[in-house]
């Protein structure tokens, strides 16, 4: 059976910029896709919002994953907008899964050209071991980006859904 450690941010102090917060958002989104992994028959652990990002590290090493999604959103000082797939530039099948991500999203946020494919040395993906993606989804400080991540929850949960799926090699199921 495939399976996936979902890691949505535990980072409440992010606030966005029309109310709420990074942890809220990411944690709807992961909430949101449960359905659609759970129905293509992929085995999901999630990590505790209430424990640091060590505890997900931890955690995720604890088990066999085929793959360790976090889901976050980004801030810069210079508005900038679009989704960012981080993957750990050491890693062949982070890149893999990266490009899998970045292409699908490419068919869901209203602006393409602005999905990006980073290669990283982030905790998050250079310390677990199953081959990681780390989704910064939109700039929680840029009001086009809140606005189209909080107006398209169910959207992004099943884009990210499909690219889990596609990803992992097995057939995509709607509940």
């Known amino acids: 059976m495939a399976s996936i450690f979902l ?19 990411m944690n709807l989104i992961a909430d949101a896709m449960m359905p659609y992994l759970e129905a293509s028959g992929i085995y999901v652990t999630r990590n505790d919002p209430d424990e640091p990002l060590s505890a997900a590290i931890a955690a995720s090493n604890a088990g066999v994953y085929d793959l360790h999604l976090a889901l976050h959103s980004n801030a810069s000082p210079e508005s ?3 989704p960012d797939v981080y993957y750990y530039r050491d890693s062949i099948r982070g890149q893999e899964a990266a490009t899998v991500f970045a292409n699908n999203l490419k068919w869901l946020y209203p602006i393409p050209d602005l999905v990006t494919i980073i290669p990283n040395t982030l905790a998050e993906l250079r310390r677990v071991t199953a081959p990681a993606v780390l989704l910064e989804l939109a700039y929680h400080d840029n009001y086009f980006d809140v606005e189209w991540l909080k107006n398209n929850i169910d959207a992004i949960a099943y884009n990210l859904s499909v690219s889990v799926a596609d990803f992992l090699g097995v057939e995509f199921v709607t509940p």
Do not use: A, C, H, I
């Open 80 to 82: 900038l907008s679009g």
């Open 7 to 25: 890691s949505p941010s535990v980072q409440e102090y992010n606030k966005y910029l029309t109310g709420g917060d990074e942890e809220q958002y």
